[in-house]
Structures are given as C-alpha cells and as structure tokens.
T-cell receptor, first 114, second 109 residues
Framework: GAVVSQHPSWVICKSGTSVKIECRSL??????MFWYRQFPKQSLMLMAT?????????EQGVEKDKFLINHASLTLSTLTVTSAHPEDSSFYIC??????????FGSGTRLTVV | GQNIDQPTEMTATEGAIVQINCTYQ??????LFWYQQHAGEAPTFLSY??LDGLEEKGRFSSFLSRSKGYSYLLLKELQMKDSASYLC??????????WGAGTKLIIKP
C-alpha cells in the first residue's frame, strides 16, 4: 500500500530556532501533500496544501513566512517551522492523496519548543 | 459554514457494542471517512462511504444517510485496543477533507 514516511517523530528545539519536517512517499508519487497541525484533544487543522513544483496554498490564519513548505519533487515535501516559539508546539502530520478518494498519513511529528 | 459534529467522549465495556454518530453540513459531498487515532499517533483509515447504506468490515461497520447528513461507526465485540479517538471527515465539493473534532472512546474491562 501507499506509505508516507515522516521524520522526525519528535523534536525538541529552543525558541527562535528553525525545525524541518520531512515527508516522503515511499512507493508512489505524491502530487499533492496536505500539512496538518493538531493540538491536544483537538481535531486536525489543515495548514496548507502543497502541489509538486508550485507554491503551497495556505489556509486562512497560517503564516506562510513562518511555515515554509517545499514540494520540489513527487516524493518529498518539507515543512520548516521558522523562528519557532512555544505556541508552535504541536503535533504536525502530513497526508498525501492516493488515487481519487484515498488518503494516507505520515506518522506525525511531535514538536516541543522550549 | 462547514460543520462536523460528533460526541466528545464515549465509554463502553469490553465485549459490548458502541455506535459513534457524526452529523455534517458541508459545501458539497464527495464521501465520508472514519479514521482511528491512538494518542500521539497519526490517524489510520477505517472506512469510506459515498453511497447511502451500511458498509461492514469485520468488527467495524459504517453507515451513511446523505439526505440526513448523518453517519455512524459501529464497533462490535469491543477490545481494550479499541480505546482511541475516532475521527469523522467529509470530503467537500473541492475534494478537501473537513474534519470533526473526534470522539474519544474509553473501553472499560
């Protein structure tokens, strides 16, 4: 089946630093990648949608200069949290569309900013 | 606006049956998904309904009524490992997923 590998699984960083999260599609080509953020006891919140070779589309309220998304190839999409602050601490998950109606998720990244 | 409603938390007994309801109001409809999510993990796919009726898959079944904007997930022969959050998501007319807040299911011995 379609698998998305997400790294790192968890990361602790100091306030003001940047963190990069990678999602790789292992056995299929991910034309579209969705990036979600999930705070404790809350649902998935879509941050942005990235398409290979073009600029990402950000949801309202998500700062595109703070959350940099790169989807340079059909198998790799990255999210960089720049100048991270404690309020950015969250669970970040990527998801790729598989076929017309299927979705597969990465394993998620727990980010803690101290 | 778009809205997905499901109960925040439910409790059930091991070996019993539980039904988790989901109601939705969205801009268009291209199917409804149910996902299971254990704490600290990514969601895993359970079911996809696009036509009215009941889809059975082992211990899990999912029902959809498009006219009522309603779905339920039925879990039978509950096991302790079924303790998790269950997320309802609807694909809207733009093929985007709209997520419910999830139902935390607690299974007691």
């Amino acid at each position: 089946g379609a698998v998305v590998s997400q790294h790192p699984s968890w990361v602790i960083c100091k306030s003001g630093t940047s963190v990069k999260i990678e999602c790789r599609s292992l056995d299929f080509q991910a034309t579209t990648m969705f990036w979600y953020r999930q705070f404790p006891k809350q649902s998935l919140m879509l941050m942005a949608t990235s398409n290979e070779g073009s600029k990402a589309t950000y949801e309202q309220g998500v700062e595109k200069d703070k959350f940099l998304i790169n989807h340079a190839s059909l198998t790799l999409s990255t999210l960089t949290v720049t100048s991270a602050h404690p309020e950015d601490s969250s669970f970040y998950i990527c998801s790729a569309r598989v076929g017309d109606y299927g979705y597969t998720f990465g394993s998620g990244t727990r980010l803690t900013v101290v | 606006g778009q809205n997905i409603d499901q109960p925040t938390e439910m409790t059930a007994t091991e070996g019993a049956i539980v039904q988790i309801n989901c109601t939705y109001q969205t801009s268009g409809f291209n199917g409804l998904f149910w996902y299971q999510q254990h704490a600290g993990e990514a969601p895993t796919f359970l079911s996809y309904n696009v036509l009215d009726g009941l889809e059975e898959k082992g211990r899990f079944s999912s029902f959809l009524s498009r006219s009522k904007g309603y779905s339920y997930l039925l879990l039978k022969e509950l096991q302790m490992k079924d303790s998790a959050s269950y997320l309802c998501a609807v694909m809207d007319s733009n093929y985007q997923l709209i997520w419910g807040a999830g139902t935390k299911l607690i299974i007691k011995p």
